[in-house]
């Protein structure tokens, strides 16, 4: 299983789990975002060069406690858009499914 550990926007905190994000989409994501509350734009493609097969999942590390993911967005290999606003007590997973497409 693909297992990606991403490092964003400098050091974690200590008390920041990573947060665990799953394909289920059925379909190869391409193009993964997050966009932290307070930001006016997404960050950069979180995938780099890589892609997140269906049924895979990365780990994405970063700084929730201090600064709260507002959204996260992926484009899967057809184009198609899937949004997800994570709720406070999304228990450090987010699985995208057909259900967040937009």
Same mark, same amino acid.
């Given at each position: ?27 190869? &994501? ?6 932290? =509350?307070?930001?006016?734009? $997404? #960050?950069? @493609?979180?995938?780099?060069?890589? !892609? ?20 996260? &967005? ?6 198609? =858009?899937?949004?997800?606003? $994570? #709720?406070? @007590?999304?228990?450090?997973?987010? !699985? ?7």
């Amino acid at each position: 299983m693909l297992a990606l550990v991403l490092l964003l926007s400098g050091k974690a905190a200590a008390a920041d789990a990573p947060i665990r994000i799953t394909n289920k989409t059925g379909y190869q &994501i391409q193009f993964v975002y997050v966009l932290y =509350r307070g930001d006016s734009c $997404p #960050s950069d @493609d979180i995938l780099g060069n890589d !892609v997140l097969p269906d049924g895979a999942t990365i780990l994405l590390q970063s700084q929730t406690e201090s600064r709260p993911l507002e959204e996260l &967005i992926a484009q899967d290999e057809d184009g198609d =858009r899937y949004s997800i606003r $994570p #709720s406070i @007590d999304m228990d450090r997973e987010i !699985v995208i499914t057909l259900d967040n497409l937009q």
